[in-house]
C-alpha cells in the first residue's frame, strides 16, 4: 500500500518532503494546464524559471519566454499564461522558458525531488495511470496564491486522491487529501460553478478569461504527462527513455 | 462589511497579518478547548510558552504547568492536554502556564495582533456574537497539526466563517474560508463521525480520548471567551475593563 499526501502550499513543502516519492505539481488556473497544453501541442522543452530577471536574460539571449504576473502577460515576453497561446501557433520543437506567479514558483519548491510532475484536469487520468504503474508515494504540491490556499488546486488533488484511494493501492492519513475529497465530491459535478466565488476565478472573470477557465476544467484532453528533467519539464516518453 | 480570512497554518500566519484584525486561534483537539474550559471554570490567568524549557522554568518556580506533546501529558509535570483537568478540580484565581504541541505555537504566531480570541465548538457562537459587535476583520488561525493543514480546526474555522458570513455583516475572497465553509457544511450533522478518519482523531483514539473528543466538538458550552493581555490568556471580562 502506498500513501498520498497534499500540500496547499509551496511554502509548506519542506513538511511533506520524502525520498523517492512522486511530487505532482498543480496551477490549474492557468500555469500547469498551459505547460500541459504546449507539450503536448509538441513543444518540446519549457524551462522553468522563479524570478522575472532570470526570464529577461532568456529573451535577451533570444530565447521564447512566457511570462505572467498576477494573470497578466508580462511586458516583453512573447506568451502569458494562457493554454490557448501554444494551441493557436506551431511551436512543434521548440523551447519555451516559462515564469508565473504561482506554478513556476512550486516547480522551484519542489525540484529536488526525485520525479516531479506536471498535473492539471486534462491530463488528470494519465497522471493517475502512470502513478498506479510505479508503487511509489505520493506528494501533490498545490501551487496556490501567493502561498495562499486555493480551491481549483485542491479539487484538482482532490480528484486525484479518490482515484488512487479508490484503486485500492493507496491509503492516506494526510488530513489536507482527505479534505481535498471532500472538496471535489461537492465541486464534482460543475467544477465551474463551484468555483464561481473563488478567488482566482474573480480575478479572471475581471479580465474575461472565461474560455481559459472552462479548458483549463475540462478532464481528461490528454495522455500527456509534462515531467521535470534537467532543468526542464519535457514528455514523459523522453523521461522514459532515460528512468525506464 | 467587514472580511474573514482563515490561515490554516501557524507557518503561513505572515501571509495574513493585517492591523487591527481580531485573530481567533483554534486548536480544536484539544488545546483551545482546555483553555476556554480552564477559564471558564475560574482559572484566573493562562500563561501560553511555546517550548517545554520554558515550562520546566516556570514549573521551578512553583508555578502550576500543562505541557503536551503528541497527545501526550509531559512527565514532570501537572497537566496535560485534556480540557477534564479543568473541570474536576478546583483551580479557581490560579494561574497555569500551559505549553502544547500545536496550540501554543499558534497563539505565539499571533502574538503580535491587536487582539487574539481563543475558539473552540464550545464557545463558538459566543465568539461569533462579541466579533459581531466589533466591526472589525476577522482572521481564524488554525493550529493544525506541526503546521500542517488538520480537518477539526478548518471545520471550525467554516463554522464561524458561516455564522459571520449569514449575519449579513462580513464577506470573503479568501478561499480557505470558503473551503473550510464546505467542509463544515459536510461535518455537520455529525463532527465526531466526520473526523472519523481525520489524523488527530485517530491519534487521540489510540489514546483512548474519546470522552475528551466529544467533549470539544459539542458546540455552545460556554459563554467566556479567553482573550490574550499581558502575556496571558484571561477572561474576556478583564480585557474589557481596559479595552472597553
Redesign the interface.
Known amino acids: 500500500m502506498n500513501t498520498i499526501q497534499t500540500c496547499?502550499?509551496p511554502?509548506?513543502f519542506p513538511?511533506?518532503k520524502e525520498e523517492n516519492a512522486i511530487v505532482v505539481v498543480v496551477d490549474v488556473l492557468r500555469a500547469t494546464s498551459a505547460i500541459c497544453t504546449a507539450i503536448h501541442h509538441g513543444v518540446d522543452k519549457m524551462i522553468p524559471v522563479a524570478g522575472l530577471d532570470e526570464a529577461r536574460k532568456y529573451k535577451a539571449e533570444g530565447y521564447l519566454v512566457a511570462a505572467e504576473r498576477n494573470a497578466i502577460k508580462q511586458d516583453g515576453f512573447d506568451f502569458g499564461n494562457s493554454p490557448y497561446h501554444y494551441i493557436d501557433e506551431d511551436l512543434s520543437g521548440k523551447t519555451i522558458v516559462i515564469s508565473t506567479t504561482n506554478g513556476t514558483q512550486a516547480i522551484e519548491a519542489a525540484k529536488d525531488s526525485s520525479t516531479i510532475l506536471i498535473g492539471s484536469f486534462l491530463n488528470i487520468s494519465a497522471i493517475a495511470n502512470w502513478i498506479l504503474q510505479q508503487e511509489r508515494n505520493v506528494i501533490v504540491l498545490c501551487a496556490g496564491?501567493?502561498?495562499?490556499?486555493?480551491?481549483e488546486d485542491?479539487i484538482f488533488a482532490g480528484a486525484l486522491g479518490l482515484k488512487l484511494i479508490q484503486s485500492g493501492k493507496f491509503n492516506t492519513?494526510?488530513?489536507?487529501t482527505?479534505?481535498a475529497g471532500?472538496?471535489y465530491e461537492?465541486a464534482n459535478n460543475d467544477l465551474y460553478g463551484f468555483l464561481e466565488?473563488?478567488?482566482?476565478r474573480?480575478r479572471l472573470k475581471d479580465l474575461q478569461l472565461e474560455n481559459d477557465i472552462r479548458y483549463c476544467l475540462t478532464e481528461d484532453q490528454m495522455e500527456t504527462i509534462p515531467v521535470y528533467m534537467d532543468g526542464g519539464l519535457v514528455h514523459m516518453s523522453k523521461f522514459e527513455v532515460v528512468n525506464p
Open positions: 496547499y502550499s511554502a509548506l513538511l511533506f496564491w501567493k502561498n495562499k490556499f486555493n480551491l485542491s492519513v494526510c488530513d489536507s482527505i479534505a471532500y472538496l461537492r466565488y473563488s478567488s482566482h474573480n
